[in-house]
């Protein structure tokens, strides 16, 4: 019987039709390639290194894919981890404004305390109206932000809550963002 963390690692991975489109394989073939080559026993770097110098066709986002993947079919890796053991938690909200209005958003303090409040964060590098690293002061990890115009009137903001502790932080943090981001979008919506 499968068990319940590799039935997840399997519903969460491209289909075998869309890895075959891409690859030339599906992920029983890519699979048992890496087991014959012992890669169970690697860590996540030399996969993937591997992998592009024995499938020099393979592009280096589906070698990332099939290396995750593979280390979550294995048991080597879980959902949400990435591959120095620490773990990530995603967010990400399409909201109906320009982008520059919802980079603005996140940007300037006034405007964020509108719909974060009291947060504990410090904005470390912006890309304008792209991205921003952000220090979180309040508990582990940083913040990744990245914004997307989707129409000249609809943008997405989409955040990675970085070097998480565990799948608990996970969780939170993944609560804590949605609920945030739920607020910035009627902040902004209004």
């Not at 053991?85 to 209005?101: D, E, L």
Request: proline fraction near 5%; charged fraction near 30%; glycine fraction near 6%.
């Amino acid at each position: 019987m499968k068990s319940a963390s590799a039935s997840k690692a399997k519903a969460d991975r491209p289909s075998d039709a869309a890895v075959q489109r891409a690859t030339g394989r599906d992920w029983s073939e890519w699979f048992g390639l890496l087991d014959k080559a012992g890669s169970a026993k690697l860590d996540h770097t030399t996969i993937a290194r591997r992998l592009g110098e024995e499938h020099p066709g393979l592009p280096p986002w589906w070698r990332q894919m099939v290396t995750v993947h593979y280390e979550r079919a294995r048991g080597l890796r879980v959902t949400h981890q990435k591959f120095d053991g620490s773990f990530c938690a995603s967010v990400s909200k399409t909201i109906g404004v320009p982008v520059a209005r919802l980079y603005d958003a996140w940007a300037d303090a006034r405007k964020r305390a509108r719909w974060l409040p009291a947060a504990p964060l410090q904005i470390r590098k912006t890309t304008k109206d792209k991205s921003m690293r952000i220090t979180w002061d309040g508990g582990p990890g940083g913040l990744d932000v990245q914004f997307l115009a989707k129409g000249p009137a609809k943008s997405q903001v989409s955040l990675d809550h970085e070097d998480l502790p565990n799948l608990a932080a996970v969780s939170k943090s993944k609560a804590y963002w949605r609920l945030a981001v739920a607020r910035l979008k009627t902040v902004l919506e209004e």
